[in-house]
């Protein structure tokens, strides 16, 4: 499997993303919200280790039943985004600040919803193991690296365009329902320069 033959450490995957104060593009009139990759079994990461995803419940909410990153909206206590994506990943499934190393962001996404999403990562980095999760979560969804990583799991089904940008829209089949829309396109981006990384 891809990451078998070697480690990652997590200060060669923040050299792969952008960095935290990078500026973010003109994205009205969508609405801004964060979101959070939370890499679990490191470091160094293996194949071995686990992206934090959750199913989001069925309770008449935007994306409801959908398999996604911990996140949402920013409230006016949040001093910015990244605050927002530590905040909604605390508050649904409980992830301790402390023992997060925030590493960098992926590109942002739009989404038909009207939102314009930022997705942060993490590495955890204490040994700290998700196990509950707050009534806006169905369950959790841990995926391996390597099983993200298998090209069985992964499909690319085309493509659209926003702002003069196009976005490959991907598919994992990794659970019931499948990761697909803008969450496996973060895992996407996530998993290449994860590549980069090796």
């Known amino acids: 499997m891809p990451f078998g033959a070697g480690n990652i450490a997590l200060e060669r995957l923040a050299d792969a993303l952008e960095p935290l104060d990078a500026e973010l593009e003109p994205h009205a009139p969508l ?3 964060a979101v959070l990759a939370v890499l679990l079994g490191g470091p160094p990461l293996t194949g071995s280790s686990r992206l934090l995803l959750i199913e989001r419940a ?3 909410r935007h994306h409801a039943g959908q398999i996604a990153l ?3 909206k920013p409230e006016a206590s949040d001093q910015d985004l990244l605050a927002t994506a530590l905040r909604e990943a605390h508050e649904e499934v409980f992830v301790p600040r402390d023992e997060l190393t925030v590493l960098g962001r992926l590109d942002p996404v739009p989404v ?6 930022v997705p942060f990562v993490a590495g955890e980095t204490r040994g700290w193991q998700p196990s509950a999760f707050n009534h806006e979560v169905a369950r959790l969804v841990l995926p391996t690296l390597d099983q993200l990583a298998d090209p069985a799991v992964h499909q690319r089904h085309g493509e659209r365009t926003w702002r003069g940008k196009t ?3 991907h598919r994992y089949a990794i659970s019931d329902p499948p990761l697909w829309g803008a969450t496996a396109r973060m895992v996407w981006d996530l998993m290449e320069r994860l590549r980069r990384s090796a």
């Open 112 to 117: 038909p919803s009207g939102y314009f999403v």
């Open 70 to 72: 911990p996140g949402g």
């Open 167 to 169: 976005y490959g829209l």
């Open 58 to 60: 069925n309770a008449g």
């Open 31 to 33: 609405r801004p919200a």
